[in-house]
């Protein structure tokens, strides 16, 4: 059990870098105006209103790694329930983007794929944390 809740605990702060960090590649693509309050509701909807769609991609790509990526770790580390704790990561990711999507509205085809993928490439990357390793030839 702890190392389920370690896995997802290590898992979710992985997913959040690599959303924060490709939140920040997409706004040196498109930097706010000189207005722009993140405090605002309002003025983080038109920011991303404006956007174009390479940044609205890389934003959308941080969704999918973080789900990928942070379930991952979350298998690696809770071993036996390595599954759980991936899909945990991905429905945590997936709810953040349904969050952010009531509070903000993104483009459709982005709050589409945000939604749909991070639970299967979460499932997928806890497929793949579950390989056993093989020798390295000698």
Same mark, same amino acid.
């Not at 997409?26 to 993140?38: Q, T």
């Not at 605002?40 to 609205?56: G, R």
């Not at 890389?58 to 990928?68: D, E, H, M, T």
């Given at each position: 059990?702890?190392? $389920?809740?370690?896995?997802?605990?290590?898992?979710?702060?992985?997913?959040?870098?690599?959303?924060?960090?490709?939140?920040?590649?997409?706004?040196? $693509?498109?930097?706010?105006?000189?207005?722009?309050?993140?405090?605002?509701?309002?003025?983080?909807?038109?920011?991303?209103?404006?956007?174009?769609?390479?940044?609205?991609?890389?934003?959308?790509?941080?969704?999918?790694?973080?789900?990928?990526?942070?379930?991952?770790?979350?298998?690696?580390?809770?071993?036996?329930?390595?599954?759980?704790?991936? $899909?945990?990561?991905?429905?945590?990711?997936?709810?953040?983007?349904?969050?952010?999507?009531?509070?903000?509205?993104?483009?459709?085809?982005?709050?589409?794929?945000?939604?749909?993928?991070?639970?299967?490439?979460?499932?997928?990357?806890?497929?793949?944390?579950?390989?056993?390793?093989?020798?390295?030839?000698?």
């Amino acid at each position: 059990m702890l190392r $389920l809740l370690f896995g997802v605990i290590v898992g979710l702060i992985v997913a959040w870098l690599l959303m924060s960090l490709f939140e920040f590649g997409s706004m040196a $693509l498109h930097p706010p105006g000189p207005h722009f309050d993140p405090s605002k509701p309002e003025s983080i909807a038109l920011h991303v209103a404006n956007a174009p769609a390479s940044a609205m991609l890389l934003v959308l790509a941080g969704w999918l790694s973080a789900a990928f990526c942070g379930g991952w770790v979350a298998a690696k580390l809770a071993h036996f329930r390595g599954a759980l704790a991936a $899909l945990t990561i991905g429905a945590l990711v997936t709810a953040g983007v349904v969050l952010m999507n009531a509070m903000v509205k993104h483009p459709a085809w982005m709050y589409a794929l945000g939604a749909l993928l991070p639970v299967p490439l979460a499932w997928f990357a806890a497929k793949l944390a579950a390989r056993p390793v093989k020798d390295l030839p000698k």
